[in-house]
């Protein structure tokens, strides 16, 4: 029979998941910097389809974002093309510009040469 955990060691473990969103907001980006992107793939909101990309942050860990609503109107194969570039070496960087007037995200999508 399994041990039941203690309340200190419950509490400790969703402490940790808690102060850990799983998502990284687009703003809380370093504006102008360039991150690594590792995968993207589509997922389903209460707000409808988005994509989420995994990218390496500028000290070389994951975090997840989910992108603007608009860029939702990727296909499946647009995606399955970005995360090929990857897997073959052909590093896409993902790009957070700013905040628009209107609110809207500046982001871009940039391969080396």
């Not at 402490?15 to 995968?39: H, M, W």
């Not at 957070?96 to 871009?108: C, I, P, R």
Request: glycine share 6%.
């Amino acid at each position: 029979m399994a041990e039941t955990p203690n309340w200190q060691s419950l509490a400790a473990a969703f402490n940790s998941i808690a102060s850990n969103p799983e998502f990284t907001s687009i703003k809380e980006l370093t504006p102008g910097a360039r991150y690594e992107v590792r995968n993207m793939c589509r997922i389903s909101t209460k707000h409808g389809s988005k994509i989420k990309a995994e990218l390496k942050d500028l000290g070389g860990e994951s975090l997840f974002v989910v992108l603007p609503s608009r860029l939702a109107r990727l296909t499946d194969a647009q995606i399955e093309g970005i995360n090929d570039m990857v897997h073959s070496g052909h590093i896409p960087w993902f790009i957070f510009k700013s905040v628009t007037e209107s609110g809207a995200y500046d982001v871009e999508l940039v391969f080396d040469e």
